[in-house]
């Protein structure tokens, strides 16, 4: 009877989280998400870790880099002294990034139009970066593409849209970057922009699900078979940053931003500045024994939301305290049953 009791109390104290939080409903998406009163214990740590000047000498290149994310590695790779060149297809908004980015670190960075899904274009981008600053020993793939919807109303067409840029377009970069490497023998550092829910797969988003995957599986592989020509290849898993663009698709209604703090552990979103530092170390010397990771990079987000009992956490005191009671109770029934 006290088993039935208390799992009546879990009952209800979980579908009493769930009413409150569905009954926030849609809501504008603010411009940053809230957070929770934990975040002062996780500063924001904007600055660059690395010592200046770590990549003086070398060529970085960054695709995607006109925007959001790829953007704040190519700047905090140039604050430290790299040679950077930014592929995407869009040239003017490339151009305009470069320019901004030179006037902040003070270093060449070149925009290159570019489209991963195209194995020539991507051939003249090289091309145009060893002409201006030579071979490439950086390579960092973070062009992505990705939309929800239910898996169902895909077209074939809506799914080779996020495989070719993700999976494909990450492939050929790196076929590209790599061959290249191992003609003039030198080695290479890669890093790529995977998710989470790579592991676990995810409902309404499975071309991004899959394509990254098969990332990771990528850059496990070559970790292998192409450590033996200098080259390290690791993956970045990063939690919710928000960045123009990609919450548009992702967030249309802002309810995700709005309330995202509160199934982070860290009780925050992630910076651009802080996934940046975390490149530039995979990038550097400073890592130079790690290959064929993925590191995931979400405050805690993916062990928060997987747990079974995670939800408890929204339990007050009071209600541990009516628990606690009947699972004393029923731990001291069934000792004494066993004593009979």
């Known amino acids: 009877m006290a088993s039935k009791t208390l799992n009546q109390v879990l009952q209800a104290v979980l579908r009493n989280a769930r009413t409150q939080e569905g009954q926030r409903g849609i809501q504008t998406s603010a411009v940053w998400a809230k957070e929770g009163a934990q975040a002062k214990h996780f500063p924001k740590m904007k600055t660059p870790m690395l010592p200046p000047d770590t990549f003086k000498g070398k060529t970085a290149f960054v695709t995607g880099g006109g925007t959001g994310l790829g953007k704040g590695m190519a700047t905090m790779l140039s604050s430290l002294g790299a040679n950077v060149v930014i592929a995407a297809r869009r040239l003017p908004v490339l151009e305009a990034t470069a320019s901004e980015i030179t006037k902040i670190t003070g270093n060449p960075v070149v925009g290159v139009s570019m489209d991963v899904r195209n194995p020539d274009t991507i051939k003249a981008a090289f091309d145009a970066c060893e002409e201006k600053f030579g071979l490439p020993t950086i390579i ?5 593409g990705n939309f929800i919807s239910p898996t169902e109303r895909l077209s074939a067409n ?57 990332v990771e599986a990528l850059t496990k592989s070559l970790a292998a078979e192409w450590g033996r020509y200098g080259m390290r290849f690791n993956c970045i898993a990063p939690g919710p940053i928000e960045t123009e663009g990609a919450f548009s698709r992702l967030d249309p209604t802002g309810q995700f931003v709005e309330q995202v703090h509160k199934r982070i552990p860290a009780g925050r979103m992630g ?17 130079a024994w790690l290959s064929g990771e993925s590191l995931a990079f979400d405050g805690g987000e993916y ?38």
Request: proline share 3%; aromatic share 8%; with cysteine.
């Open 140 to 144: 960092i793939n973070n062009a992505a």
């Open 158 to 214: 809506a799914w080779r849209t996020v495989t070719d840029i993700v999976l494909n377009g990450t492939a050929f970069v790196t076929l590209e970057a790599g061959k290249r490497l191992i003609k003039a023998e030198k080695g290479g550092t890669f890093v790529s922009i995977t998710t989470p829910y790579a592991r676990s797969g995810s409902g309404f988003v499975s071309p991004s699900a899959s394509a990254k995957a098969g």
């Open 271 to 287: 910076e651009v500045e802080e996934l940046a530092n975390l490149a530039t170390y995979l990038c550097s010397d400073y890592s």
């Open 303 to 340: 062990p928060g939301i997987s747990g079974a009992f995670n939800l408890l956490g929204k339990v007050t005191n009071e209600q541990w305290d009516m628990m606690e009671k009947i699972i004393r109770s029923s731990s001291k029934k069934q000792k004494n049953k066993g004593n009979e």
